[in-house]
């Protein structure tokens, strides 16, 4: 039977058995997102042994090389000491230092890492509170223009980090985990094609920094960017949309409420079939959105979906 160990606990666990069960299983508090590889909330360190890895392309060579796994995705095939990802040792902190509540459960939080952190829009970055409670989000920031990290984060039902999340105050700290590229970013290639951007609640942080990085790259192409939530006073950047639109002829935006969705999509018609979707939101709106806009005409190697899962 192959023995796991973490610090100076050690045990047997059956062969084959899912890294990240079997660590829950001993009481050992591993954060947890996805399963799917995507998140990264669950990584851990593999200082000996091997583990079976279902997705190793899912962490870059710089970090498989020091020994960071994610447990969600390995087995256990063999003996093996583990390191789990510790905030305070191996995290980037980060202060908060501004904090908005632009509609009732959606929080506009802006964070300033102690030291610069390279990335580009529409990455994900693991959050960590102060209790050790982790989860991915999006980043709604545009590097090099905004002087912060932005992240929308929607609190309305309740969970670990939301509810970690609403008691937060300016100077408070967090620690940064894994950043990772999601599929949503900005081509330079794409210059000359139509950009549609559609996004269901607060999936509208990554295309906001999206659609900013496309307007100061210069974008020669139209963009439509359409925003679905739940009520009107949910389109919380309705102000700096219209303010995008009026200043640039080729931006158009579309405010949708889901009793006018079917309408919308029915009468929605594409620009051209060189165009290029961005989707991000809860499975149900992306899939909706991918489904019409591939009977609409757009090549399904044009639709590139992010999809927000919900967190307890």
Request: charged share 20%; aromatic share 6%; proline share 7%.
């Amino acid at each position: 039977m192959p023995e796991l160990q973490v610090g100076s606990q050690r045990w047997t666990v059956a062969p084959g058995v899912n890294l990240l069960d079997a660590l829950r299983a001993q009481g050992i508090a591993i954060p947890f997102s996805c399963r799917a590889g995507s998140c990264h909330a669950c990584m851990v360190r593999c200082s000996r042994g091997e583990l079976l890895d279902a997705l190793p392309e899912a962490l870059d060579g710089a970090r498989r090389a020091e020994g960071w796994r994610l447990s969600c995705q390995c087995r256990v095939v063999g003996d093996v000491c583990i390191e789990v990802f510790d905030p305070l040792r191996d995290g980037l902190p980060a202060q908060v230092v501004e904090l908005h509540w632009p509609a009732a459960g959606i929080l506009r939080l802006r964070l300033k890492p102690q030291s610069p952190l390279r990335y580009r829009a529409g990455q994900h970055l693991v959050l960590w509170s102060d209790s050790g409670v982790a989860r991915p989000y999006s980043l709604a920031s545009l590097p090099d223009d905004d002087p912060w990290l932005e992240f929308h984060i929607d609190c309305h039902a309740p969970g670990a980090f939301c509810d970690a999340a609403r008691r937060l105050r300016e100077g408070d700290s967090l620690r940064l985990g894994e950043l990772r590229g999601g599929a949503l970013h900005y081509d330079p290639d794409w210059q000359e094609r139509p950009l549609l951007l559609m996004a269901s609640g607060t999936g509208l942080a990554p295309l906001w920094g999206i659609l900013r990085q496309a307007l100061r790259d210069r974008h020669q192409g139209p963009i439509h960017l359409v925003h679905l939530a739940r009520s009107p006073a949910e389109h919380y950047l309705a102000g700096e949309l219209a303010a995008l639109a009026l200043a640039h002829a080729d931006v158009q935006v579309s405010l949708v409420l889901p009793a006018d969705l079917d309408v919308f999509l029915a009468q929605f018609r594409l620009v051209s079939r060189r165009t290029i979707a961005l989707l991000c939101g809860q499975p149900a709106s992306v899939e909706r959105f991918a489904r019409h806009l591939y009977l609409a005409g757009v090549p399904r190697g044009q639709t590139l979906a992010d999809v927000f899962l919900s967190h307890a």
